[in-house]
């Protein structure tokens, strides 16, 4: 079946630093799944933080960017700098187009000032 | 943005009783989902429901459970009887169509 493979977590970086959590992906439903990664803050709901549908393209948003690569069905998450405000729980997701979203576990990112 | 509202976000109730889960959707969307995730665990889909019925459930989504969109109202997760292994966290979602989910708080249910 599909499933969706993170970084275990908790992953813990100092302010200014860059960040990479690994996501990689088995789709058998779908040749082309659509790729997510969603962000829960403390004491908030589950938000779309980008998404890619189409393979080889990048998505990039409030400093975050993955590309979907699917020659190795990877969506890794990477940032330059982060910043405190970043500490959160990531997930990574598939969508199998029969709108169904396969997650990961979830990263819990730790920002230290 | 538009949001999905849950409520309650948390429920305590004795195992065998009945539980009604209330999800307020993206006004405009069509499709609505109940993911569910146990403490230490991913979140796993459930059931999505378009156009007034279930297009899919997934094992998970037991005879107990039933969902309902009554008139253009709450989307419900109705679980009857409860039972000690349904205390997980319960998240609704809307979409427009199959790529831009919307997802609530959740409700925290507790099953004693």
């Known amino acids: 079946g599909d499933s969706v493979t993170q970084t275990e977590g908790p992953v813990t970086v100092s302010e200014s630093e860059s960040l990479i959590i690994n996501c990689t992906y088995s789709?058998?439903?779908?040749?082309?799944?659509?790729l997510f990664w969603y962000v829960r803050y403390p004491g908030e709901g589950l938000q779309l933080l980008l998404k890619v549908i189409t393979a080889g393209q990048k998505g990039s948003s409030r400093g975050f960017e993955a590309t979907y690569n699917k020659e190795t069905t990877s969506f890794h998450l990477q940032k330059a700098s982060v910043q405190e405000s970043d500490s959160a729980v990531y997930y990574c997701a598939l969508g199998d187009g029969n709108n169904r979203i396969f997650f990961g576990d979830g990263t819990q990112l730790v920002v230290k000032p | 943005g538009p949001k999905v509202l849950q409520i309650p976000s948390h429920q305590i109730i004795d195992m065998g009783q009945m539980v009604t889960l209330n999800c307020d959707p993206v006004s405009n969307h069509l499709y609505f989902y109940w993911y569910k995730q146990i403490l230490g665990q991913q979140m796993e889909f459930l059931v999505n429901f378009y156009n007034g019925k279930v297009m899919e459930k997934s094992k998970l989504f037991k005879d107990q459970f039933s969902v309902e969109r009554p008139d253009g109202s709450y989307f419900t997760l109705k679980i009857q009887p409860t039972a000690l292994e349904d205390s997980a966290v319960y998240f609704c979602?809307?979409?427009?169509?199959?790529?831009?989910?919307?997802f609530g708080s959740g409700t925290r249910l507790l099953v004693i």
């Open positions: 789709a058998t439903s779908i040749a082309y799944p659509n």
């Open positions: 979602a809307s979409s427009l169509a199959n790529s831009d989910y919307t």
